[in-house]
Structures are given as C-alpha cells and as structure tokens.
C-alpha cells in the first residue's frame, strides 16, 4: 500500500511561488499517474471532492487544470518516490490544502495535505 505525505505549503503573498512535494512509500509508485489536488476553503474535510489540479505519468507527460496553466510545472522523480508542484504568480484563488494521489482514480488513501495561503 502506497503512503502519501506532502510538504512544502506555506503564507506567500499574491505573486509568489512555492514547490510543494509529494513524498510516497513503496516501489509501486512509478507505475502510476500522478496528481495534485485541492480543497478550498470551506471545501475542505472527508466527503467533500478533491479538484484536480494537475498530473503526470510515469513517461513525464503533464496536463493542467485551465486555472493553473502556464504558472504550475507538474514532475516527478521516480528514484526518490516523490513528486512535486511548482506554483509561481499564485492568486488568492489558489488558497487551498494541496493533496496528491494517483490520476484519474484515486486509489491511495489520502495523506494530511499541505496548505497554502495567498495573502498579503
């Protein structure tokens, strides 16, 4: 069973950036698809769906939410079992808890998630 732990959330002002990483236990983690989702807020908690914000296979191949394209580079490292999102001109709307799972099921139980804030 792949364990999902995510990091790098934080307070950035609008503008910013930040590169989250997904952290996964087990060798099984190169044979899937990869992603990154979020929670809003007031959207956050069990019951309530996760959006989809980005993923990329295990060939590197990426695809994006319309709302991310052009400031959001999905990637992954399969030696380290990790992958990473990195954000740059993020807007308020982006204030979320960043969650990563496989794509388009999401077969691995849900790690904490990482929150970001976009404030000034």
């Known amino acids: 069973q792949v364990q999902l732990v995510e990091s790098g959330g934080g307070l950035v002002q609008p503008g910013g950036s930040l590169t989250l990483s997904c952290a996964a236990s087990g060798s099984r983690f190169r044979t899937y698809t990869m992603a990154w989702y979020r929670q809003g807020p007031g959207k956050q908690g069990p019951g309530n769906p996760h959006?989809?914000?980005?993923?990329?296979?295990?060939?590197?191949?990426?695809i994006y939410a319309d709302s991310v394209v052009g400031r959001f580079t999905i990637s992954r490292d399969n030696a380290k079992n990790t992958a990473y999102l990195q954000m740059s001109s993020l807007k308020a709307e982006d204030t979320a808890v960043y969650y990563c799972n496989s794509y388009p099921q999401m077969f691995f139980a849900w790690g904490q998630g990482t929150q970001v804030t976009v404030s000034s």
């Open positions: 959006e989809w914000v980005a993923s990329v296979n295990n060939g590197g191949d990426t």
